[in-house]
């Protein structure tokens, strides 16, 4: 399965603003996508829930988290 089916199988909606961006139905987490990187934004327990699903059919490396106040760069 391609990514895009997987996030819609997790019950996540692609934006239409965005076509490289999924929310879950209840508004509660994120996923942009970006080439080869995947964000999660969104409540802990629901981020990992999806985090851990994505991993059963894909090989993903954490890079780390990311807090209120900080920044990233890739």
Do not use: H, W
């Amino acid at each position: 399965q391609n990514l895009a089916q997987i996030l819609q199988d997790l019950n996540m909606t692609r934006l239409k603003s965005e076509p490289n961006a999924y929310i879950t139905k209840n508004g509660k987490a994120y996923v942009p996508l970006c080439v080869d990187d995947l964000l999660f934004f969104g409540q802990n327990d629901i981020t990992n829930e999806l985090f851990t699903a994505i991993l059963k059919q894909y090989m993903l490396r954490p890079t780390g988290e990311l807090s209120m106040g900080q920044t990233i760069s890739f």
